[in-house]
């Protein structure tokens, strides 16, 4: 498809598991965005790449919580040892521009919904 | 630090209804303000984008204006329908993000059309 896809669209998981989701972007855009959504809130940054560069990952709230974007298109986060509070919404964004810049919109999958159990 | 916020929390219309969901921020040096539509279970999908030099975008019945001095926007919806009803939010790149464009969000509006 033309949009940004993301699987799995569900995963639970028991407390202490290792959960890897992925975020395939339009083809093309430079730029890719990780968000978290708590239920009943707003997304959340996490983490930001320009192609396979990590320019930003002051939104992950641990060190459990990893990302990477070897090859500049496909996108996985992956979270160790996973919690109760990590339960959530995980949505991934794409946008053509490289550099801030005002007229490109960000482009949203339907996000992951995490479930810890 | 940039906050944004929405007001009214929920709102229920009839069918039918012209209607205003509003949103304000506190720092009025963005890139641009998005405003987005989820609906339940769904992500978001992007519906109008405002650059910082304009001051409206219109999309069929759907207009969003900007007062960036004030740090306000509008999301204005025409002849309500049914399928209007979602969670409407508002989001800003703040202009001091540097190489990141992260956006950031308001909590939304739930919008409720009832036939």
């Known amino acids: 498809g033309a949009g940004v896809s993301q699987s799995p669209r569900y995963k639970v998981a028991k407390r202490g598991q290792d959960v890897a989701l992925r975020c395939d972007p339009i083809s093309g855009h430079v730029s890719l965005f990780w968000y978290q959504q708590a239920l009943g809130q707003g997304p959340e940054f996490l983490t930001y790449f320009q192609n396979e560069a990590q320019l930003d990952k002051s939104g992950l709230p641990s060190d459990r919580f990893f990302a990477e974007r070897p090859e500049g298109s496909v996108s996985t986060l992956k979270i160790q040892r996973t919690q109760q509070e990590d339960s959530a919404v995980y949505l991934c964004?794409?946008?053509?521009?490289?550099?801030?810049?005002?007229?490109?919109?960000?482009?949203f999958g339907d996000g992951t919904r995490l479930s810890i159990l | 630090k940039q906050e944004v916020t929405q007001i009214p929390a929920a709102l229920s219309v009839p069918e039918g209804e012209n209607l205003v969901l509003n949103c304000s921020f506190t720092d009025s040096a963005i890139y641009n303000l998005q405003w987005f539509r989820q609906d339940p279970g769904k992500g978001l999908t992007s519906l109008l984008l405002?650059?910082?030099s304009q001051r409206e975008q219109t999309s069929g019945r759907l207009n969003a204006s900007l007062d960036k001095s004030s740090g306000r926007s509008t999301l204005y919806i025409a002849a309500s329908q049914p399928g209007d009803s979602a969670t409407y939010l508002c989001?800003?790149?703040?202009?001091?993000?540097?190489?990141?464009?992260?956006?950031?969000w308001g909590l939304g509006t739930s919008l409720a059309v009832n036939p």
């Open positions: 989001a800003v790149i703040p202009y001091n993000a540097g190489n990141n464009r992260k956006l950031i």
């Open positions: 405002i650059q910082s």
């Open positions: 964004a794409s946008s053509l521009a490289g550099r801030p810049n005002g007229n490109q919109p960000q482009h």
